[in-house]
C-alpha cells in the first residue's frame, strides 16, 4: 500500500507558491493612491484635471481590484477541490506516516522472511520516504496559500468600502466644478437656437450630424494637430472592451456606423482629441450625446450618457470630462459577490462612438488604435 501512496503522492507533483493575490494586493496599493490624489485634488490649482486623474485612478484600481479578487476565489476554489478529491489519498497519507512515526525499531527490524525480507523493507521506506515528505510539504504550502488568500480578502474588503465611497465623492466634486468653471473658450454659431430646433426634429443620428456641419461657427485662433495625424493613435473616451464592431449587426438586428464599447456604470467619458462641441445633451433614444470637432470637415460623435458636461460651442482640451455613463452606485456586497463569483451583479453600461468624414460615416477603430488601448 506504501508503493501506492507514494507512486500518487509523486504523480501529483509539487504546488508552486501561489501568485494569485498578487494583483489584489497591488489593486489595494493603487486604491490607496487614489483615496491621496482626491485629497491632493481639493488644493489643486486646475481642480478639474485633478478630480479626472483621480476618478480614472479609482476606475483603474477597482477594475484590477475585480480581476484580483476573481482570480483570488477561482484559486481557492480550485485548492478545496483538490483537497475533496484526494480525501481518501491524504487519509492514507496521514495514516501511513503515523504508523511509521510509532513503529519502534525493533519492530521494523522484524519480517517474516528473515534478514533478506527485512533489508527489502527498509528499502522501500527509504524511497517512499522523500515522497512522503514532499507531498506533506506540498499540502503545507497550500494550506499556507488559503490563509493568504482569505486574509488578503479581509484587507481588500477595507480598501474597498473607503475607494467605492471615494470614487463618488471624487464624482461629485467633479460635477461642482465643472458647473463653477471658468468660461472655456468658444467659437460662436451664427444661430445657436437653430441647433436645438434641428436636434428636436432630426430623425436620425446620421442626419442630424450630417446638418451639424452645415451650421457655420466662428474660427479658431490657433488650429489644433490636424486630426488626420492622430488617425491610429487616439484613446478610448472611457476605459472598457469592444462589444461591436463597426458595422456590425446587434441582437435586433440593427447596423449601426459605429462602435460600442462596454464599461462599468458612472464610467468617466473624456474627449480623446481637443475639439470643439458641437452638442451636448439629449438626442432620440441615444439618451444624451456629446457630438466632437476636432478638425473641419470631422466629427466624433460619443452618444449613451447620463450626464453630458459642456455647452455648444466650448472648446476642450484632451482628456478633459465630457459626460459620465449611467447605472448606479457600486456598494461593496454586489463588488464582493461580482469578483468572487463572476455574477455580473455590477452593472454594465455602454458608450456608443461614430467618427465622421465629410459627412461619412469611417471605421472609428481606424483612429482608436486597439495597441492604444
Known sequence: MIGVIAAMCLASGAYGAASSTKMARDASQSLRDASAKL????????????????????????????????NAAIRERVIKLEFENRRDQISQLLGVLLTLERATTPLLLIHPEGAVGTARSGMMVSEVTPG???????????????????????????DLQLSLAGVQE??????????????????????PIRIQILADNSATLDFFADALTQIPFDELDEQP????????????????????????TDAAGLKRPGILLATSSLALVSAPVSATIRYAGPFLDYANVIILEPDAGYLIVLAGM?????????????????????????????????????SGTLGQETLYIEVRENGNPTNPLDWFGLEQN
Open 39 to 70: 485629497i491632493a485634488a481639493e488644493s489643486a490649482d486646475d481642480r478639474i484635471a485633478a478630480l479626472t486623474q483621480t476618478i480614472r485612478a479609482f476606475e483603474a484600481g477597482l477594475l484590477a481590484m475585480r480581476d484580483g479578487l476573481r
Open 132 to 158: 512522503l515528505q514532499q507531498e506533506a510539504e506540498n499540502l503545507r504550502v497550500q494550506l499556507a496559500e488559503l490563509e493568504e488568500i482569505r486574509s488578503m480578502q479581509q484587507i481588500a474588503e477595507e
Open 170 to 191: 471624487a464624482r461629485v466634486k467633479l460635477s461642482q466644478a465643472i458647473s463653477q468653471r471658468e468660461e472655456l473658450p468658444k467659437r460662436f454659431s451664427e444661430d
Open 225 to 248: 494637430i490636424p486630426f488626420e495625424e492622430l488617425r491610429g493613435k487616439l484613446a478610448f473616451p472611457t476605459t472598457g472592451t469592444l462589444l461591436r464592431k463597426f458595422n456590425e
Open 306 to 342: 447620463s450626464q453630458a458636461y459642456g455647452a455648444v460651442g466650448e472648446v476642450v482640451e484632451k482628456g478633459d470630462p465630457v459626460g459620465l455613463l449611467g447605472g448606479k452606485e457600486a456598494k461593496l456586497g454586489d463588488f464582493l459577490v461580482d469578483a468572487s463569483q463572476g
